[in-house]
């Protein structure tokens, strides 16, 4: 097996991980003291937003209506597939019973959560497909109540694009306000919502460690960090077409890196050719976040079998794996490891990222070793239920009592022989 790097990451300078830490902590804690008032004066210093915070419906409307119709076509177009995926998925999880042995029943029900807590980027881009994917697929779930945030951008507060698509994905509730204090705020059910039982959506590094620092009594969808994308391709790959994906995830940003893992040296010495002047092409600032992410991030490999790229691959355990070779079934097969997985030139990262209908809300920084990413799923409870007949009892209290004592738990046997058939003389000093 030969497997030889032929570029390096440069590397990033060292973040202060615990500065972030210390800031939301103290912000968590003035909001969850000062309650609307603490949240509204953040929203006012940091993101310079004295407007309502909650969204009324006629400014909804009004946004609606501003949005272009073809945009408005578009958006519907990725919410139909999003919601129809999500949806399919929804159905393979399903309730059932078993009798598993004469007179003992168990069984799972299938609950939503009660609430959900939406948060949708804003900052150097504005994130309509983030608002479809996180709002659509609890709606799909059945949650009751959606309540969905996202920072202002000016004195106009929301996208127009963002409002339309929060509205058409299903949210209930919409907050004009973003980083730290909008996730407290839906966390804490201010501005008349539930608390959320669950927060979903990326963010920046704070609206991370938000997450983080609440996680326990509030669920999240997973601690998300930059994006990071992989592409393995063979002789077949055409170039150009793949130093462009790699130049499309890295125009996340700096901190985003993107790999390429080759079978073929020479293909691999022509996407780092084209890269650069695909990255000059770019409009600012995509060109400089895409140009530091490369330089600082970017790593190719060249390998000598598929089996090794594969290997490669599920080590990096990319948040986004893009396969640009020959035989994509034993590929689909193969691979272990990977947020989504893309098959084929013609299945680009950015239809997932948009509209193709599967969550871009996917798991990065190696976390795909353990997790999938966001989906419906992610909005239900499967628990579980038990029921004991009278013929079942014997056994299983028999079974019960005799673990625990071997455990030690004397309270525990005595509670399983209870249930058992007692001689009157026991009732009687019992009672």
């Known amino acids: 097996m030969t497997i030889r790097q032929i570029k390096a990451a440069s590397g990033l300078p060292p973040q202060a991980a615990q500065d972030t830490a210390d800031t939301v902590q103290v912000m968590l804690a003035r909001i969850r003291a000062g309650g609307e008032d603490a949240a509204r004066d953040y929203a006012q210093r ?164 938000a997450k983080r620092q609440l996680f326990g009594p509030v669920g999240i969808d997973m601690v998300a960090g930059p994006t990071d994308s992989l592409i393995l391709a063979d002789d077949s790959a055409d170039a150009l077409t793949v130093a462009w994906d790699l130049v499309g995830q890295a125009e996340h940003g700096a901190n985003s890196p993107v790999w390429l893992v080759a079978s073929d040296a020479a293909l691999a010495e022509a ?91 996917l798991p990065t920084s190696g976390a795909a070793r353990h997790t999938g990413g966001l989906s419906v799923l992610k909005y239900l409870k499967t628990v579980t239920w038990q029921r004991v007949e009278d013929r079942a009892l014997p056994e299983l209290a028999r079974v019960s009592a005799s673990i625990s004592r071997h455990e030690g738990m004397e309270g525990h046997a005595r509670s399983a022989e209870m249930r058992l058939p007692r001689p009157p003389s026991t009732l009687k000093a019992v009672g």
């Not at 929804?90 to 799972?108: K, S, W």
């Open 46 to 209: 940091l993101d310079g937003w004295d407007g309502p915070a909650l969204v009324q419906p006629e400014a909804i409307a009004r946004a609606c209506d501003a949005v272009p119709e073809g945009l408005k076509a578009d958006i519907r177009y990725a919410h139909d597939n999003i919601r129809r995926f999500a949806e399919a998925q929804r159905a393979t999880l399903t309730e059932m019973e078993v009798e598993l042995r004469p007179g003992l029943f168990a069984g799972q029900r299938v609950i939503p959560v009660g609430s959900v807590g939406a948060y949708v980027p804003g900052g150097r881009y504005a994130h309509i497909a983030s608002a479809l994917m996180t709002i659509a697929s609890a709606r799909a779930a059945g949650v009751a109540q959606i309540t969905a945030c996202s920072p202002p951008r000016g004195d106009q507060g929301i996208p127009a694009p963002i409002l339309y698509a929060m509205h058409l994905a299903g949210a209930d509730r919409i907050l004009c306000m973003g980083g730290v204090q909008g996730v407290a705020a839906m966390a804490f059910g201010l501005f008349g919502g539930r608390p959320a039982d669950i927060l979903v959506g990326p963010g920046n590094q704070y609206v991370a460690e």
């Open 271 to 361: 996407v780092m050719e084209h890269v650069p002047i695909c990255i000059a092409a770019l409009p600012e600032p995509n060109r400089t976040a895409a140009r530091d992410a490369w330089e600082a991030l970017g790593e190719v490999w060249v390998c000598d079998t598929p089996e090794d790229m594969a290997q490669k691959a599920d080590e990096f355990a990319p948040e986004h794996l893009h396969v640009q070779a020959r035989d994509l079934d034993w590929w689909q097969g193969r691979l272990r490891n990977y947020g989504s997985l893309f098959l084929g030139a013609n299945t680009t990262v950015p239809f997932g990222d948009k509209a193709a209908g599967p969550n871009h809300v």
